[in-house]
């Protein structure tokens, strides 16, 4: 099982951290991976980029917490998290998910649900920097309405 959690302001290459996620496979028929990258249409103006803090070690448990959560629900060979803060330009990536199992369905709900968390109920502050301002955002209701049907479906 090969699981990789990091937290950092550096900057993430998707590219390099899927090479290097699938290069550590030996069984897996269906690799996902999900990349958040900041988009310049904000509410009101244009981004210029995000500002991210994290409180730690309380970011990297509930992370944690979560990764636990989706290696104990579907059988996964290998899963990642990379997660930036400090400050984030239009165009540069935020987050990083890749999760793998035999079969697609577990890596794509996998992924789904781990960030679905990282949306939602991970502690992060997350700042919008537009042409007009610096404004704090949190999570969209449509965020927690997608979050909220992970705790449906385990009760089912």
């Given at each position: 099982?090969?699981?990789?959690?990091?937290?950092?302001?550096?900057?993430?290459?998707?590219?390099?951290?899927?090479?290097?996620?699938?290069?550590?496979?030996?069984?897996?028929?269906?690799?996902?991976?999900?990349?958040?990258?900041?988009?310049?249409?904000?509410?009101?103006?244009?981004?210029?980029?995000?500002?991210?803090?994290?409180?730690?070690?309380?970011?990297?448990?509930?992370?944690e917490t979560a990764v636990g959560q989706a290696l104990n629900r579907w059988?996964?060979?290998?899963?990642?998290?990379?997660?930036?803060?400090?400050?984030?330009?239009?165009?540069?990536?935020?987050?990083?998910?890749?999760?793998?199992?035999?079969?697609?369905?577990?890596?794509?709900?996998?992924?789904?649900?781990?960030?679905?968390?990282?949306?939602?109920?991970?502690?992060?502050?997350?700042?919008?920097?537009?042409?007009?301002?610096?404004?704090?955002?949190?999570?969209?209701?449509?965020?927690?309405?997608?979050?909220?049907?992970?705790?449906?479906?385990?009760?089912?």
């Amino acid at each position: 099982m090969s699981v990789h959690v990091n937290i950092s302001d550096q900057a993430i290459s998707t590219p390099e951290l899927l090479k290097d996620f699938e290069s550590r496979l030996t069984s897996s028929g269906g690799v996902v991976s999900f990349s958040g990258v900041v988009r310049p249409d904000g509410k009101d103006s244009r981004v210029l980029g995000l500002f991210l803090q994290s409180y730690s070690p309380m970011t990297e448990n509930g992370i944690e917490t979560a990764v636990g959560q989706a290696l104990n629900r579907w059988p996964l060979e290998a899963l990642a998290v990379h997660h930036r803060t400090g400050e984030i330009r239009t165009g540069e990536t935020i987050v990083f998910v890749a999760t793998a199992s035999k079969h697609r369905r577990a890596a794509f709900e996998a992924a789904d649900f781990l960030m679905d968390y990282l949306k939602t109920e991970a502690v992060f502050w997350k700042k919008e920097i537009t042409e007009a301002g610096d404004f704090w955002i949190e999570p969209r209701e449509q965020d927690y309405q997608d979050n909220q049907r992970w705790q449906q479906s385990e009760t089912n």
